[in-house]
């Protein structure tokens, strides 16, 4: 048997396997972990952009869930609104009626007004005064009325007591 002594290995002498440990040279380590490194990093930023995904996607469903009802809502809102401003167009025109009925109505006010100044001064002009005129009008015809329901004393009465105010519209005459 052959006993072979050797000595421990100098400081720039390689190992038997070329030089490189378990995952090869110093430079293949570092890439190693690096790449690894960039691995996790990368798988950690899908993961969060996946959640953040899931988020916003259940956030749009909440959304477009709590928008039917509001969306309903809105139609029924604009079905009224439709119905209140036919309504608005309707009262609008009822409304130009109305005027132009007030406006026809003070024209012919005016008009009827005119007409019975006209007359009053004709009247007044011919020397009769109205409201002597009223006045023996209405004690004849309590007169009659007296004389219509029996009471023929008073009546003849009161024919005698508006003799005086229709004997002022025959002397004014």
């Not at 996790?40 to 959640?51: M, N, W």
């Not at 509001?70 to 809102?77: P, S, T």
């Not at 024209?107 to 109205?130: C, E, F, I, W």
Request: with cysteine; charged share 15%; aromatic share 2%.
């Amino acid at each position: 048997m052959i006993t072979a002594v050797t000595s421990p290995a100098g400081s720039g002498a390689r190992n038997s396997a070329g030089g490189r440990g378990l995952f090869g040279s110093r430079s293949a380590r570092w890439r190693m972990v690096a790449t690894v490194g960039l691995v996790a990093v990368v798988l950690a930023v899908g993961s969060l952009v996946v959640v953040s995904d899931r988020s916003a996607r259940t956030e749009i469903r909440t959304t477009d869930m709590s928008l039917a009802p509001a969306q309903h809502r809105l139609a029924g809102l604009r079905r009224q609104l439709g119905h209140a401003e036919h309504q608005w167009a309707g009262a609008r025109a009822w409304h130009a009626g109305v005027t132009r009925s007030f406006d026809a109505a003070s024209s012919t006010l005016s008009s009827t007004q005119a007409a019975l100044a006209q007359a009053q001064a004709n009247v007044h002009s011919q020397g009769v005064d109205l409201g002597k005129l009223d006045a023996c009008v209405s004690a004849v015809e309590q007169a009659l009325n007296q004389i219509a329901v029996g009471q023929t004393a008073g009546g003849l009465a009161t024919l005698r007591g508006s003799s005086l105010s229709c004997a002022a519209l025959t002397g004014a005459s």
